[in-house]
């Protein structure tokens, strides 16, 4: 009963990660060429659900009710209403298109992307990607339909970690086709003259949590909580007395501070769930607290 009751408690008390294809196109501009799948009757449904379970490495995906082209050059940016793309253990998110392996040639019929991601939809980080062997672009692995679309290991298509660009959370995936590009050099190794530009399947969220497991907490007017990685970031005009305590109310931290700015790594404290208690002189709010979860080498607060 005590593990029921306590497993219980977690799940009230803090959100945890969540894994989910997208539900939300913030802008689309399509590009030159093919609109397969773009007719009102099929977008954007057609992208917000699993990878179709038909494709695989020698079948390609070919239905409008599962994929749309975005045209050569085209642009399309997808995400999700309420939640964040976090950096989590792995692989963060999985972009699948249609390549597949051409029965002649024996290689991989590509029409690739550039991936870039952005927390506020202003300021975009590209992922590195090579022009001639197309690594680090998207569209570029066929998918395996019948798997979990959830597990990059089997899955297929092509899977990001937003560790390679140091960012801690996202909300905006920026799909940019690159095929009209390649058919301007046909000794490209990917140069076909039939391709006709990215084919969206689907995007998977391997690592999302709620927007609100990320809100800095201005719980007063007069300071502010934030968290980076395993280290919990306080800024307040007064001065204060921070004190942490685990899931079971032993006091594990206690200090006074003048300063502007505390900061304290988590890390070196055993456990997942903490407390947080804060208190001040000399103001009308005495005390205020705050939960903590460490998970995934990440601290989220509420």
């Given at each position: 009963m005590k593990i029921l009751l306590f497993i219980f408690f977690l799940n009230t008390l803090f959100c945890f990660s969540y894994q989910a294809p997208i539900d939300t196109v913030f802008w689309f501009y399509p590009g030159r060429g093919q609109n397969f799948g773009q007719d009102s009757t099929y977008f954007p449904m057609n992208i917000f659900n699993l990878p179709d379970t038909n494709a695989s490495e020698n079948i390609p995906s070919a239905n409008p009710k599962n994929i749309c082209s975005i045209g050569l050059g085209g642009e399309i940016c997808v995400g999700f209403k309420n939640y964040y793309v976090y950096d989590g253990e792995g692989?963060?998110?999985?972009?699948?298109?249609?390549?597949?392996?051409?029965?002649?040639?024996?290689?991989?019929?590509?029409?690739?992307?550039?991936?870039?991601?952005?927390?506020d939809g202003v300021n975009f980080y590209e992922f590195p990607w090579d022009y001639y062997t197309l690594q680090g672009c998207a569209g570029t692995k066929p998918t395996n339909g019948k798997a979990n679309?959830?597990?990059?290991?089997?899955?297929?298509?092509?899977?990001?970690?937003?560790?390679?660009?140091?960012?801690?959370?996202?909300?905006?995936?920026?799909?940019?086709?690159?095929?009209?590009?390649?058919?301007?050099?046909?000794?490209?190794?990917?140069?076909?003259?039939?391709?006709?530009?990215?084919?969206?399947?689907?995007?998977?969220?391997?690592?999302?949590?709620?927007?609100?497991?990320?809100?800095?907490?201005?719980?007063?007017?007069?300071?502010?909580?934030?968290?980076y990685k395993t280290f919990l970031n306080i800024h307040s005009e007064k001065e204060f007395l921070l004190q942490i305590y685990d899931a079971c109310g032993k006091l594990l931290l206690s200090v006074e501070t003048k300063s502007d700015n505390y900061e304290i790594d988590?890390?070196?404290?055993?456990?997942?769930?903490?407390?947080g208690l804060i208190m001040w002189r000399n103001t009308n709010a005495k005390f205020t607290h705050f939960k903590i979860l460490k998970l995934n080498d990440e601290l989220f607060i509420n």
């Amino acid at each position: 009963m005590k593990i029921l009751l306590f497993i219980f408690f977690l799940n009230t008390l803090f959100c945890f990660s969540y894994q989910a294809p997208i539900d939300t196109v913030f802008w689309f501009y399509p590009g030159r060429g093919q609109n397969f799948g773009q007719d009102s009757t099929y977008f954007p449904m057609n992208i917000f659900n699993l990878p179709d379970t038909n494709a695989s490495e020698n079948i390609p995906s070919a239905n409008p009710k599962n994929i749309c082209s975005i045209g050569l050059g085209g642009e399309i940016c997808v995400g999700f209403k309420n939640y964040y793309v976090y950096d989590g253990e792995g692989e963060d998110f999985t972009i699948f298109e249609n390549a597949f392996i051409n029965p002649i040639t024996k290689k991989v019929f590509a029409e690739p992307a550039v991936v870039s991601v952005s927390e506020d939809g202003v300021n975009f980080y590209e992922f590195p990607w090579d022009y001639y062997t197309l690594q680090g672009c998207a569209g570029t692995k066929p998918t395996n339909g019948k798997a979990n679309p959830f597990d990059p290991k089997v899955s297929g298509g092509n899977s990001f970690d937003l560790a390679v660009l140091g960012l801690k959370k996202i909300r905006y995936i920026k799909i940019k086709d690159i095929c009209d590009t390649i058919l301007k050099s046909p000794n490209h190794p990917y140069y076909d003259p039939v391709i006709s530009g990215f084919d969206l399947d689907c995007v998977v969220g391997l690592n999302l949590t709620s927007l609100t497991d990320f809100a800095e907490l201005p719980l007063e007017n007069h300071y502010l909580v934030k968290s980076y990685k395993t280290f919990l970031n306080i800024h307040s005009e007064k001065e204060f007395l921070l004190q942490i305590y685990d899931a079971c109310g032993k006091l594990l931290l206690s200090v006074e501070t003048k300063s502007d700015n505390y900061e304290i790594d988590l890390s070196k404290f055993h456990g997942n769930i903490f407390f947080g208690l804060i208190m001040w002189r000399n103001t009308n709010a005495k005390f205020t607290h705050f939960k903590i979860l460490k998970l995934n080498d990440e601290l989220f607060i509420n």
